[in-house]
């Protein structure tokens, strides 16, 4: 069956720019969507589509796919934007979503 | 401003049935959005458990298929989720989700989440 890949943990100095990944095979045919959730808090949509950001979401996140990987970029991170980051798609069923594991970003 | 409240047992007993309902307000059930639900064990990832259509089309996890079913009240606009047979692993936050009328499948409003414990 489907499923979708992450890196557990990335680091990112503050200011600099980070880019969490996103593997799985389904991501040939569907883009990823990225939510952002911080402890205690539901997720938060952050990217979707090709790259698109839902209103609020600042422009410093942006999405990218090439082959089976998506990426979640973030030019620039804020301290803020320590939480952890979860991708999600449709499986090749294109009926069923599928969420990766997650990615916990510390902004140091 | 649309809005999504779950509302349910917070505490179940094992082999029961988990039964959640998910409020909507700010935006009508019966528009081309499909309506989902996810669970989250307390410290862990995000699972998929399925989504359903004002129409009453539905899809469901496979992992889950077995036990789960979900409804639609269009009258009261609202959905409910329920889980049959549960174990101890069903203890989880469980969040309601819309998701937006496109065919990303991406949830862009989420309810708060509710804790359902499964214990005697």
């Known amino acids: 069956s489907s499923e979708l890949t992450q890196d557990p943990a990335v680091s990112v100095a503050l200011g600099q720019t980070v880019r969490i990944a996103c593997q799985g095979d389904t991501l040939r045919s569907y883009y990823a969507t990225w939510y952002q959730q911080k402890p205690g808090q539901a997720p938060v949509l952050v990217i979707y589509?090709?790259?698109n950001r839902p209103s609020g979401i600042p422009d410093r996140f942006s999405g990218s796919t090439s082959g089976n990987t998506a990426s979640l970029i973030i030019t620039g991170a804020q301290a803020e934007d320590e939480a952890t980051y979860y991708c999600n798609s449709r499986d090749s069923s294109d009926h069923h979503l599928l969420f990766g594991g997650g990615t916990k970003l510390t902004v140091l | 401003q649309v809005q999504l409240h779950e509302s349910g047992p917070g505490l179940v007993r094992p082999s029961d049935t988990l039964s959640l309902t998910c409020a909507v307000s700010?935006?009508?059930?019966?528009?081309?959005?499909?309506w989902g639900w996810i669970r989250q064990t307390p410290g862990k990832g995000l699972e998929w458990i399925g989504y359903?259509?004002?129409?009453?089309?539905?899809y469901y996890n496979p992992s889950l298929r077995t036990r789960v079913t979900m409804s639609v009240d269009t009258s009261k606009n609202q959905f409910s989720l329920n889980l049959s047979s549960v174990t101890a692993v069903d203890t989880a936050f469980y969040y309601c989700a819309r998701t937006m009328g496109d065919s990303s499948g991406s949830f862009d409003y989420w309810g708060h989440g509710a804790l359902v414990n499964v214990s005697s």
């Open positions: 589509g090709k790259n």
């Open positions: 700010g935006h009508s059930i019966s528009s081309p959005n499909w």
């Open positions: 359903i259509y004002y129409s009453g089309s539905s």
